[in-house]
C-alpha cells in the first residue's frame, strides 16, 4: 500500500484536548516531527520544533521562563515564534543558526489545532467546520483520545466502511442490513461519502435507548472522511416511513455526528481523537455519558481488530484483494495521495 509514511502538511490537524495543555511543556510527536507544547502566561497555545539546535536535546526536557523555553542543556532560550532570545554561553552573542521551527495553533471545539505545514499558510478559516457546535438544542459527549498501533489511512478505511459494524460492533451499530445494503459512493470537494439508507428496521442497540419513539425506524448510515484525516460519522433514526434520502427530518427524527479526527504520530501510529453531537438532550449527562462509554468500547474494538490490519499489510506474504465495500476508500486514498503529491510539486 502507498502512501504509509506521507503527510499532507498545509492542513490543521488536531493535536490534543485543549484542556491537557497547559504551563507545562508536552512532548508530541506529530506527522513524524517532535513537537513541543504549553501555553503563554496569558493561555496562548505554542508548539516550536522540539530539539535544540546545538545537541538536540529536546526542549520539553528544560523548562519555561515566562513565555520562552530554556534549554536544560546550556540555557539557549527560544521564544513563541522559535527565535533565539538567549545564549548564556556566548557572552551576549546569539549564534546565528539558533533557531527552532514554530508551529501555528489555535484553540477551537474545545480542541486544539495545530498547522504542520508552511506557517504563511496557516488560516484558521480552515479548521474543519462542526455545524451546530454552539446550538443549544445540540448535546455533545466529552470525547476521548486513543493511540492506535496503525497508520491513520487503516483507520480512515474504517470510517468510511458502513459494513465492518456488522462483524466488529454487534452490541452496539450493528443491525438488520448493516452487513449488505447497498452504498452509495460520493466524492465531495473536502472528500468521500460512504452511506446508505436501511428502511424499518428496530434501531441498532446503541440507539435503542436514545431514540425518542418506539418501533422500527428508518435508519442513515452516513460515513464521511475529509481531508487530511477527518471522519464525520451521521447517524439518523427517524420512525418507519419518514426516513430517506428526500425527507426532510421530522420532530422525533434522531441525528447523531460522530465526529473523529486521526492526527498521525508516524507512519505506524495515530493519534485518535473524537466526541459526538446530537440534536436531543443537550443538557442529559447521563445520556452524554452511556453514548460516550459505548463509543469508547466500539474503537476499542476498531482498535483490535485495525492494529493487526496494520501488522498484517504491511508485510504480507500473500496477495491481499478489495472487496465492493472498500470502494469509498480507495477514493478516499486517491483524493488524499494527489494532493499530497501536489503539495510536494508546489
Ligand atoms: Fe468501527
Known amino acids: 500500500m502507498d502512501g504509509f509514511n506521507m503527510f499532507l502538511k498545509n492542513c ?3 493535536a490534543g484536548w485543549s484542556a491537557d495543555y497547559g504551563r507545562a511543556l508536552k512532548a508530541e510527536t506529530y506527522l513524524g516531527e517532535n513537537i513541543v507544547i504549553y501555553r503563554t502566561e496569558d493561555g496562548r497555545p505554542v508548539a516550536l520544533e522540539n530539539a535544540c539546535p546545538h545537541r538536540k536535546l529536546p526542549l520539553s526536557d528544560g523548562k519555561l521562563v515566562g513565555d520562552a523555553v530554556e534549554c536544560g542543556y546550556h540555557g539557549l532560550t527560544f521564544n513563541c515564534a522559535g527565535t533565539c532570545v538567549a545564549a548564556p554561553t556566548q557572552r551576549g552573542q546569539i549564534p546565528r543558526r539558533a533557531v527552532v521551527k514554530s508551529y501555528p495553533m489555535v484553540d477551537r471545539y474545545h480542541l486544539l489545532w495545530i498547522w504542520m505545514g508552511d506557517p504563511d499558510k496557516a488560516n484558521p478559516d480552515l479548521i474543519f467546520p462542526v455545524e451546530n457546535f454552539d446550538n443549544p438544542d445540540w448535546g455533545y459527549t466529552d470525547g476521548g483520545v486513543m493511540d492506535i498501533n496503525c497508520n491513520y489511512l ?11 459494524v456488522a462483524w466488529v460492533h454487534v452490541t452496539s451499530f450493528a443491525g438488520a442490513g448493516t452487513d449488505d445494503a447497498p452504498l452509495d459512493v460520493v466524492k465531495t470537494d473536502r472528500g ?4 446508505r439508507w436501511i428502511y424499518g428496521q428496530p434501531p441498532s442497540p446503541y440507539y435503542a435507548g436514545i431514540v425518542k419513539f418506539k418501533g422500527e425506524c428508518d435508519r442513515l448510515q452516513h460515513y ?3 481531508l487530511p484525516g477527518i471522519g464525520l460519522n451521521k447517524s439518523i433514526y427517524s420512525p418507519v416511513g419518514t426516513g430517506g434520502p428526500d425527507s426532510d427530518p421530522i420532530d422525533l427524527t434522531l441525528i447523531n455526528i ?4 486521526m492526527t498521525p504520530i508516524n507512519g505506524d501510529q495515530t493519534r485518535y481523537f473524537w466526541f459526538q453531537h446530537r440534536n436531543t438532550d443537550p443538557h442529559d449527562k447521563v445520556i452524554s455519558k452511556k453514548m460516550n462509554d459505548g463509543a469508547y468500547m466500539a ?5 483490535a481488530v485495525l492494529e493487526k490490519v496494520h501488522a498484517g499489510m504491511k508485510s504480507p506474504s500473500t496477495p491481499f484483494i478489495d472487496l465492493g465495500l472498500d470502494a469509498g476508500a480507495k477514493q478516499f486514498r486517491h483524493l488524499l495521495a494527489g494532493r ?3 503539495e510536494g510539486k508546489a
Open 12 to 14: 490543521w490537524y488536531v
Open 154 to 164: 487503516w483507520v480512515c478505511d474504517n470510517l468510511l466502511d458502513p459494513s465492518h
Open 192 to 195: 468521500v461519502v460512504v452511506s
Open 224 to 226: 464521511e472522511m475529509c
Open 258 to 261: 460522530s465526529y473523529n479526527f
Open 299 to 303: 474503537f476499542e474494538e476498531d482498535r
Open 340 to 342: 499530497i503529491e501536489a
